[in-house]
């Protein structure tokens, strides 16, 4: 298995290349599919180690599946005779979480295993269980598994005890085959949020207030499967512009989405880089060794936790001293020990990681050990001197489409082997 990347570091990115589908839409969207009778055409999905492994779930659970040529899903749950999510699956992709809503909202009943600890951090799932317990569902834990039973759940209000993703999307998914109004306060609000609602409201949902901490659904007896255009990844898109930042280069970015890319964007600037924004182009171009940014990580719209790891690397060469606050997961700095084996000054105490910019970085053999690490280390390597081979580099297919493919053509030297 080809399990290493190579880069021989010291190349400017320059050019272009088009933004892919996201992740983190994708994966609630496909999930959402399970509500919907009849077929569901998901269009602009990027071709995703996680977008397989939610099409595999779904697939053994009894939906068919059907791949397009161009970056097409086409999905009919009407025959889903096994709403389970076994633990191997669920082990792998913790997104397999998102089963659980649409699956006991549909069918009554749902088994999902529980998903354990993940490595960067615990990242339970209570606020999920109990917002559908809110809603009617009678919910146990047996052997591993959440076992969750509900004649027809039942619009509620649900106060979210902490802003979650996931979270979020599962109620809203569910709560749009309950039966009456249900009110999810403390929402998430991230354009991913605003994405599925869009697929769930063109099956035929009444949503009001996606993207804002209320969101009002009015439930359906039934929705249609329907057509449905995956928005840009905008993590995809920042970690593309913080490369192209750390190798002083030059690149434009097409069919991406500014608007959900704020605090990143700010950074960059703040880092030295010049933005120009064009309709859905985004062109970055950097000319100077970066000027150290701090970074404090907080749900959308403050600085996303999943571009943290990219902004160590560019700040790991900046001149000066940075400090990057993780306040969404513990465990999320394992990147940093990579990157000091690349000559990085990086301590980390407690969430915090202190980064005394060093003059460069010098290629090594690096171990990936989670999807954003992955693009850290890869990023690291571009602007080092001489080579890195970055290990397990599985990690980066889960949320990176083509990453070896899009960088060579913005002129890095990387391969795989
Ligand atoms: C989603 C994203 C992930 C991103 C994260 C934060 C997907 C598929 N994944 O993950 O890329 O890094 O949002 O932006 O969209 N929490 C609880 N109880 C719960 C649920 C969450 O305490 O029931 C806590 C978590 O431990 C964490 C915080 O809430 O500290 C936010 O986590 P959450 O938003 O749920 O992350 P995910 O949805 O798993």
Known sequence: MNNKIIID?????????????AKNAVLPILAATIVGQGESHISHVPHLHDVTTMNELLAQMGAHITIGDHADIMVNPDNIIDPVAPYETVKTMRASILALGPLVAR??????????????GARPIDLHIKGLQTMGAQITVEDGYIL???KRLKGSRIIMDKVTVTGTENLLIAACLAEGETLIENAAIEPEVVDLAKYLSAMGAEIRGAGTSKIYIQGKETLIGTQHTVMPDRIEIGTFLVAAAITQGDITITEACSDDLD????????????ITIDGSTIRLQMNQKPIPVDIYTAPHPAFPTDMQAQFCALNAIADGTSVITENLFENRFMHVDELN????HINVEGNRA?????????????????????????????AARGHTDVHDIHYIDRGYEAIEEKLNQLGAKIIRS
């Not at 009554?108 to 960067?120: D, M």
């Open 107 to 120: 069918h009554g009943y749902a088994k999902v295993s529980l998903p354990g600890g993940c490595q960067i």
């Open 354 to 382: 202190i980064i005394k910019g060093v003059d460069h970085l010098s290629g090594a053999p690096v171990t990936a050990t989670d999807l954003r690490a992955s693009a850290s280390l890869v990023i690291a390597g571009l």
């Open 263 to 274: 605090a990143v964007l700010s950074k960059l600037t703040d880092a030295g880089a010049a």
């Open 148 to 150: 969750a039973r509900a």
């Open 9 to 21: 570091g010291g190349n400017r990115l320059q050019g272009t290349i088009k933004a892919s589908g």
């Open 341 to 344: 084996r690349m000559g990085a």
